[in-house]
């Protein structure tokens, strides 16, 4: 589908149906597959040769949408995952362990910044943090001996700085590691972070691909560009036998596939966080509209967020598409169309006109969740952030009083009405 408009490839990638088999993507309901020789079973265990056994590793549902997503990056191989949150952990694990050492933007997504900074600490792998508008040379600072990865959001949820990747990247390459990005905001549709430079790219698929609120999932895309050979020292799971496939070496035997064949053959094996088919399927559905939801949603974002900008009980909005924005520069350069249905603002009345201005909207819900049709609305200081304490919260971006806005398809008029009684 690589010739096709993404338009096209939202609709058509991923799934090819033969001469008289199902025109929609059939969801494989089933947890295992039949061979009826013992002897090729054997063969997929040590990945001699490529095939379905057992749903874990691999089924054909999520592999065609997985395929879809790839197609939609620019990618050369992905898979899907239960939840956001293990394709951000299984695309650090694949490369690192006890012992290394990661760069992270601190402008992060909370249970992102939660993963790398504790729990990822309690397994040897440390990460610093670094402002995402550092200077190139303070970035060079934060580089190790052992540092293995470079990570950032593309919109940092809720902080809605963009990040420049294009310097992240540079600097990420000229130490000899990937730069992962975390593209879930912009999507595809609006960014493909591999043009400029990324060398993997995670989604949490439960927002805007999703789009309707209904699945919780996850996705990795690899682009097939960082040469792990050249950095074998650094990368020795992909470039050194693997014992328990009889010593295979994955860049050898899968070349630009190797990264997601390893992920698939070693964490999701052991891990086990595969998203179901199921919810594949739904997924699938949403990724299909994908093209026609995010210019919508975008274009009422910004009309929410003039809206906001002119209100007299408003003290500050952030809408990295609106003129005037700190990151409206970085957001025409790498999203030009539109950004995301997101926006953020804060009330002169502060954290408490914040919390009772939310209990008044009607339309436009209080949930923990963003990025789908129905508009809603979250304090991250009261809920995604609350374990923060205050200066983290100032690093990942996110004011005590800030109201993270997640600007929906509705019509733009009839959640502007809203939001105007609320603030009466
Ligand atoms: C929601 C979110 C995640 C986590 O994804 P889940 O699917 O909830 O696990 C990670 N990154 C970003 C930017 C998110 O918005």
Not at 234 to 260: M, N, R, S, W
Not at 378 to 400: C, D, F, I, K
Request: aromatic share 8%; charged share 20%; proline share 4%.
């Amino acid at each position: 589908m690589s010739d096709f408009r993404i338009e096209t490839k939202c609709i058509q990638s991923g799934y090819e149906p033969g001469n008289g088999q199902p025109r929609v993507l059939p969801i494989y309901q089933s947890t295992t597959f039949r061979y009826t020789s013992s002897e090729q079973m054997g063969r997929l265990f040590d990945l001699e040769e490529s095939g379905y056994f057992y749903t874990r590793l691999q089924n054909p549902t999520n592999d065609a949408v997985a395929a879809k997503i790839c197609d939609l990056e620019g990618g050369a191989a992905a898979m899907l995952t239960s939840s956001g949150q293990s394709a951000n952990f299984y695309s650090v694990m694949n490369i690192a362990g006890a012992g290394d050492h990661i760069i992270c933007s601190s402008a992060l997504y909370g249970g992102t910044y939660n993963l790398y900074a504790h729990t990822l600490k309690k397994m040897g792998v440390e990460a610093t943090f670094v402002d995402p508008d550092c200077t190139p040379e303070e970035l060079e600072g934060a580089f190790r001996e052992n540092t293995k990865a470079v990570f950032g959001e593309t919109i940092a949820n809720p902080a809605l700085v963009v990040l420049d990747l294009e310097k992240f990247a540079k600097s990420a390459h000229a130490h000899g590691v990937p730069f992962i990005v975390d593209n879930t905001f912009a999507t595809p549709i609006n960014c493909r972070p591999i043009e400029w430079g990324a060398d993997i790219v995670i989604h949490s698929t439960t927002k805007y691909m999703d789009g309707h609120a209904s699945c919780v999932g996850g996705a990795i895309v690899d682009s097939g560009n960082f040469d792990w050979e050249a950095h074998s020292d650094k990368f020795p799971g992909l470039t050194t036998p693997d014992e328990t496939y009889h010593g295979i070496v994955y860049t050898q035997k899968f070349g630009k596939l190797a990264y997601i064949t390893k992920a698939t053959a070693q964490l999701m094996r052991d891990l086990g966080s595969i998203q179901s088919p199921q919810n594949a399927f739904l997924l699938n559905l949403g990724l299909e509209t994908l093209h026609l939801r995010m210019p919508r949603h975008c274009e009422n974002a910004l009309a929410v967020a003039r809206y906001l900008k002119n209100h007299e009980k408003v003290a500050w909005v952030s809408c990295p598409s609106l003129p005037g924005d700190k990151y409206y520069d970085l957001a025409q350069k790498y999203m030009p169309n539109g950004s995301c249905g997101v926006l953020t603002f804060g009330l002169k009345g502060g954290r408490a006109a914040a919390v009772e201005m939310m209990d008044k909207l009607k339309l436009v819900a209080i949930v923990t969740h963003v990025a789908d049709a129905r508009s809603c609305v979250l304090h991250p200081a009261s809920h995604t952030h609350r374990q923060m304490n205050e200066q983290e919260l100032v690093e990942a971006g996110v004011q005590p009083d800030l109201i993270r806005f997640s600007v929906g398809i509705e019509h733009v008029e009839d959640i502007i009405a809203d939001v105007e009684q609320a603030l009466l």
